[in-house]
């Protein structure tokens, strides 16, 4: 089962937006999804039970993900909905995870949160053969630089930073209210070519064995 954490200390940044919809884009390509909801909040469960026919989604409230997935048969892809400010849970989504998004959204107070989740990433890659982890632009404002000034920061850090990109769209909101994804609220939406990318980018990157960036 190939698993991808959708992690990031900061609240705010988009995680369950990116969860909820990289989970449904994944089905929609012929996957068997299970999308794992870490937050007691239980944002991702609620949007699976107002939808129909959306990714089965299960609650996971104790840090131990990592022993919990390899117990679920018949999934060929699963996306955990990581929760901020909590480390034990934190380790655990990377424990269990292939590759790890980082959501960031162009800001410097963004950047300046990153570190201790960088290092238990890479400390876990110390132990871990195979584990990849990437940065994905969130939540970016359209008609402005700030993706890329934040690209190019982040290019220095020790992760790639991915092309897919998600953009502040009132799609987003919409979409999860309704209990589904930007996809299937409209598959020609901009928002819906955003999600597109980054399923294609991430199965990319799961699948590929040598795992390059450009």
Known sequence: MNTVAVLNRKGGVGKTTIATNLARAYQLKGLETVLIDTDEQG???????????????????????????????????????????????????????????????????????????????????????????AFVISRAITGTNLAGSASEALSRLSFPVLKARTHQRVAYPQALGKGISVIDLDDSSKAAEEIRALA???????????????
């Open 43 to 133: 944002t991702a469960r609620d949007w699976a039970h107002t939808g129909e026919d959306m990714p089965v989604t299960l609650g996971v409230d104790r840090p131990n993900i990592h022993e919990q997935l390899p117990k679920l048969h018949g999934y060929s892809a699963a996306v955990i909905d990581g929760v901020a400010k909590m480390e034990e849970m934190s380790v655990s989504a990377v424990k269990a995870a292939d590759l790890v998004l980082i959501p960031i959204q162009p800001s410097a107070a963004d950047f300046w949160t990153a570190g201790e989740l960088i290092d238990l990433i890479e400390t876990q890659q110390r132990l871990t053969e195979g584990l990849e982890a």
């Open 200 to 214: 294609k980018e991430t199965l990319t990157i799961l699948e590929s064995e040598t795992k390059t960036y450009e």
